[in-house]
């Protein structure tokens, strides 16, 4: 199961060749993975300023085509919960993001997040409200 996501490319998002700026397909694709929580009723304000961090440790994206300014593309984030719950805490969880346009697939990019305690830097349990995202659509 996936969220899908809207999102027209905006002349900020690209380079002078008028074409999206690599890095900035990244945010893209991040302001589709705050979208999918939103909708999953989790506070972003409260989540993103808690004791907790669940920063990205592994990204990595494919160019299918160029992306052009004024161009709408449906971004489908998946997500996937990563390691065994039964031999630790799952702490850890991907998310891949399926750029189309007109049913054509234009890019693919995926993000990998690990659970952190701010203070301390250490591996934590992913939170109940993630926990409960990501387990409908892993079941």
Not at 44 to 53: N, Y
Not at 62 to 71: H, I, K, M, N, S
Not at 73 to 89: E, F, I, K
Request: hydrophobic share 40%; charged share 15%; net charge negative.
């Amino acid at each position: 199961m996936s969220f899908l996501y809207q999102r027209t490319i905006r002349l900020q998002d690209t380079d002078a060749a008028g074409v999206v700026y690599f890095a900035n397909l990244l945010s893209i694709c991040h302001e589709a993975y705050e979208a999918s929580l939103a909708a999953a009723g989790i506070d972003l304000t409260a989540f993103f300023g808690g004791q907790l961090a669940i920063p990205i440790v592994h990204a990595e994206i494919d160019y299918f085509q160029p992306l052009f300014c004024g161009e709408t593309y449906q971004v489908a984030v998946m997500p996937t919960a990563l390691g065994n719950q039964l031999s630790r805490p799952r702490d850890k969880f991907k998310l891949q993001y399926d750029l189309h346009q007109a049913e054509q697939l234009v890019s693919r990019a995926s993000t990998v997040h690990l659970c952190i305690d701010v203070a301390s830097r250490s591996r934590q349990p992913l939170p109940p409200e993630i926990q409960q995202w990501l387990d409908p659509i892993n079941s």
